[in-house]
C-alpha cells in the first residue's frame, strides 16, 4: 500500500512538471527557475558536511592563491577556502530573503485588502503614505533604515521589507479594486453576506496569484538589495560566510588580479536572483487570463 502511495505521489510530481513544460516558455521559465534555486538551497543545506573547510577559519591556506586543486575557488586574503565560504554564504541571502518576504506579506497584504475594501479616508491615506515610501530609491532607503537599526539578519530584513511592502499594498489594492465591483461580489452583497465573509471567501482567492507572483520576484529584489547593503558596509559582522561581505572584499582586490575573491560570490548572487525571477516572471504569465485564453 505505501509503496503504491509513494509511486503515485512520484507520478504526480512529474505529472506536474510535464504540465508545466506543456505551457510553453513561461511554464520552462518557472521549471529552470526553481532548478537553479533549489539547486543552490540543496548546496547551502549540506554545507556542514560537503564544505572542505570551516567558512570562518582564517588561514587555512595561502592568502590569495587562485583556484587549483587543492582550493578549487582560491582563496581569500585572510586565507579563507573560498568554496566552503560559497557553499556556506547563500544561508545568510536566503535568510534575509525569507524573512524579508514574510514582513512584507504579514504588513502589506492586509493593509492592501484592508484599505481597497473599506476605501473613503482610510484607503486615501495608505495610498498617500504607500505612494511616498515608493517614491524613495530602493537601496537609498534600505541603507538609511539599515544604518539606524545597525547589523544582524533581523534588522537586514526589516530595512529590506520596509522598502517593498509598498509594491504590495499596491498590486493587492489594485486587485481588490477590481474584483469588488465583480457581479459575484455584487451579489453576494445583496443576499445579506458579511464584509469578512466576502473579503476573505470571494475576494482573497482572487488576489493569491498576484500575491505569489509578488513574493517570488520580490526574493529576487531582496537578495540584490542584501547584497547592496553588504557591499556598503552595512551587513553582518566580516566572519560571518556572506557573498555579499566577499564582494566588498573582492572589490579592492580586483586591481591586484585576485579576480576569484569577487568573480564567485557575484556569480552565485546573479544565479540565486535570476531563479527567483525567472519563476516570479513565468508565474505571473501563467496567472495571466489573459494569455491563458490566448493559449487555450
Avoid: H
Avoid at 538551497?41 to 567558512?55: C, E, F, R
Avoid at 530573503?97 to 512584507?104: E, G, K, R, T
Avoid at 537599526?149 to 481588490?176: C, D, K, T
Avoid at 553582518?236 to 569577487?262: C, F, H, K, M, Y
Amino acid at each position: 500500500m505505501e509503496k503504491n502511495k509513494r509511486k503515485q505521489s512520484f507520478l504526480g510530481r512529474i505529472t506536474g512538471i510535464t504540465s508545466l513544460a506543456r505551457r510553453g516558455f513561461s511554464g520552462w521559465m518557472v521549471i529552470i527557475g526553481l532548478v537553479i534555486v533549489l539547486s543552490l538551497v540543496v548546496m547551502t543545506l549540506l554545507a556542514p558536511w560537503i564544505a572542505p573547510y570551516d567558512p570562518s577559519k582564517i588561514n587555512v591556506g595561502p592568502r590569495l592563491i587562485a583556484p587549483n586543486p587543492q582550493y578549487p575557488l582560491g582563496t581569500t586574503s585572510s586565507g579563507q577556502d573560498m568554496l566552503s565560504r560559497i557553499e556556506y554564504g547563500g544561508g545568510i541571502m536566503l535568510q534575509v530573503s525569507i524573512l524579508s518576504v514574510a514582513v512584507c506579506l504579514a504588513i502589506g497584504m492586509p493593509l492592501g485588502l484592508f484599505s481597497s475594501y473599506i476605501g473613503g479616508k482610510v484607503d486615501r491615506v495608505l495610498s498617500l503614505f504607500m505612494d511616498t515610501l515608493y517614491a524613495f530609491p530602493g537601496l537609498v532607503l534600505a541603507i538609511a533604515i539599515a544604518a539606524v537599526l545597525g547589523r544582524g539578519v533581523v534588522n537586514m530584513a526589516l530595512a529590506i521589507a520596509v522598502v517593498y511592502i509598498p509594491s504590495y499594498f499596491r498590486v493587492i489594492r489594485s486587485q481588490v479594486l477590481t474584483i469588488k465591483e465583480i457581479p459575484y461580489t455584487e451579489a453576494a452583497r445583496s443576499i445579506g453576506a458579511k464584509s469578512r465573509t466576502i473579503l476573505f471567501s470571494y475576494i482573497m482567492p482572487n488576489v493569491v496569484p498576484s500575491i505569489i507572483t509578488v513574493a517570488t520576484i520580490n526574493f529576487a529584489d531582496a537578495i540584490l538589495t542584501a547584497a547592496g547593503l553588504t557591499f556598503v558596509g552595512l551587513g553582518l559582522e566580516i566572519n560571518v560566510p556572506d557573498w555579499g561581505r566577499d564582494l566588498t572584499d573582492g572589490r579592492a582586490l580586483l586591481a591586484s588580479g585576485s579576480w576569484w575573491v569577487i568573480v564567485f560570490p557575484g556569480i552565485m548572487i546573479v544565479l540565486l536572483a535570476m531563479g527567483f525571477t525567472l519563476v516570479g516572471e513565468g508565474l505571473g504569465e501563467l496567472f495571466n487570463p489573459k494569455l491563458q485564453l490566448r493559449g487555450g
